[in-house]
């Protein structure tokens, strides 16, 4: 655990004011701190006391310290700095670093090498750490139910009021990537006593003081020196809410120092001064607010060094991942460019041979065989449980991190935890798998909220809100009360109450019941026939079997009431009114990389029903309806997708009102809103679907242009053309409101429009 605990954060002048560490005055400080995603931050403020526990060591030359800044990817310079070091043998016997500095110089300090710690980084998903919500392939399937129906980046807490999380990023996955490479050292009693002794800075928000690790957990320490505030949630210990270093000391020279350097080496993060035409709009402002603000702290951070590598990294910002190899040879190339400066540390053969045997020496390396699984966190003995029972496969074998770090992701995919970590642990003279869950302190209860813009009709534009409310263990565990609230063009309530037979039972119950109202149109190109107010309700229960995370089988019966009145236009379909009676069989499979936009995989639905009675008809009718879509990627940037579908009463067609519609977007785009009626159809869809562009984290994910061709058939359909179909074309950005179309369609006998839709796509 830590033990320096030192310097107040100053108040911070943005927009002149100076800030406490009240609720209210975090939030501005927050939001100027996420600012420095975009470029590299420095200190607010490095007052601290020497560090304690230091190791002695022989002192026949000078000791040589490196502090490594903060920055985000431009941190990555460090490792070629470090890399350069090596070559030239230029020894490091102490290294403390800040954020990135902290989680670079931490990897170096186990004994990794700048050539270990190159591959390590060219190996690295980044899209997928920064992002770090769980893989859709890894949710549960409720959670990919959820993602389907409000397919949006929004979801509240409602544990302890309105919430929101503590940051936009778990850190799950780098977590992950740091337990990994942390795992040999889980005996580590002080820091001192890794392969190169090592510090690191973090902020704890509660004493706004610097906290400087120099013992206790490896991978906390890391995990909190770069949890930036609002990017990533705190790492929490006891009475501490710990967050990136930066805010207080983000060039910890002085820390070096404090651990017995005779001679401190700082690496900065040089980047390209702002010039006033630069600043222009309100991020600008702040932003350069923020740089301001730091200056003349990071000065003091370079002064208390002895040497500095300066690395100019002016055409690059913080979150330029991808870009990790131009800006490891930046660091390299700087480092070569101060050589008559820094060979004067250079240590000669012999020397050089003996401090590389002494970190060696240090180094531990782990190929553990777990026996058991322990897990801390959970906030039940039954979830606890739970977990050991689904980590026990891999106990009595070589632990294989690959595939611990998948079982893990998977655990945060049911919803209960921000993120799962692990480490080894010892009992009774047994090792095994010490499993550290992080539950979700603002939720459940969660909202998820989204909405539906549905253009597709040029003369009018529908709109419905919805919100879906989910409660856990209310009727035992892993059992789940959902409910939907819409209200717009649609106005509805559905609830279902879903309970498993036993805690770790794949049967279970699911009573249900919804209501709503809503307007139903039909146009013929686009023409506005008819607008119908739709009203529904039903109660019922079905049985169902949950075969994985990808797909679930359900039959119950359901009863309620149909009701459709016609309120203009000419009369198209029946107006019909009375109750409503089915059995029904449903089968869902989604094994599909997105419930947004697949880029690869496969999904399909069927639900057949057996109506014993309906207004409007006089006997019993059975209806079948199938769906079934593929996605192939076919380059980096580019996949196609197939997708067929199709639905049947059997020659059943005194069935009061027609029970399938085709006409609108995904189903005969071209033509006008449900303008083919009938009984029997089919739908076949084929497109190609091109990667373009990412959008800023804030706003989104990627941006696609999609083109597609369709073709179809309505049996029995009155003024159907012979051969309905039709191309679309458009750009498809999956932004964090929700999937958003933009394009038009031309399709046979002078169908064509053009059209957007927000909310769903696929």
Known sequence: MPIAETGHLPACPLSGVGLTLTEEALMPRTLAYLLLLLFPYSALGQNSRPATGAEERPKGRARIGVALEGGGALGLAHIGVLEWFEEHHIPVDYVAGTSMGGLVGGFYATGMSPAELKKLIEGVDWNEILVDATPYEDLSYRRKEDQRAYPNAFI????????????????????LLIDRIALPYYKLESFETLPTPFRCVATDLVSGKQVVFEQGSLAEALRATMSIPGAFTPV????????????????????????????????????????????????????QSVRVVVAESELRGLAGADAVVSVPLGGYSSTDYKRHEAIMQKGYNTADGKSQLLGKFALNDAEWQEYVQDREARKKTLAPVPQFVKVEGADTAQQTENIEHYLTPLTGKPLDTDKLDRALTRLTGVGRYDKVGYRITERDGQQGL??????????????????????????????????????????GFRSEWRTDFLFGNTYGLGSELYRPFTPVSKWFLAPHGTASTRTFKIYEQGNPLADYKLGQADIGMDVGYGFDRFSELRFGYEVGYLDTKLRLGTPVINSVSGRVGDAKLHYQFDHADSPVIPRSGVRSETTFRWFDTSPGTASAFPSLQANIEYFQPVSALGSVFVNGEGGSTFGFNGTGIPQFFLG????????????????????????????LWTL?????????????????KMYAAPNESKFPNDFAAGVLAETVIGPLFVGGSVGDTGHHKWFFQLGRVF
């Open 156 to 175: 509240l807490g409602l544990r302890k009021g309105l919430s929101l999380p503590g940051g936009l990023n778990s850190g799950h996955q780098i977590g």
């Open 664 to 691: 609108g977007p995904l189903t005969l785009s071209a033509y006008g809103l449900n303008e083919l009626q009938g009984n029997q159809y089919y739908l076949f869809r084929a497109g190609y679907l091109h990667d």
């Open 696 to 712: 800023p984290p804030l706003a989104g994910k990627r941006v696609f242009v999609i083109g597609s061709y369709e073709f179809a």
């Open 434 to 475: 010490l499993i550290q869950v992080s539950e979700k302190n603002y939720a459940p209860p969660t909202l998820q909220p989204g909405f539906v813009v549905d253009g597709s009709a040029s003369e009018e534009v529908g709109f419905t809100l919805g919100t879906r409310l989910t409660y856990l263990d209310v009727a």
């Open 236 to 287: 929490v210990d006891k009475d501490r809410v710990l967050v990136d270093g930066g805010l207080v000391n983000n060039l910890p020279t002085d820390v070096v120092k404090q651990m017995g350097a005779d001679i401190v080496i700082a690496v900065h993060l040089d980047t390209k001064p702002v010039e006033a035409a630069d600043i222009k709009s309100l991020f600008t402002v702040l932003q």
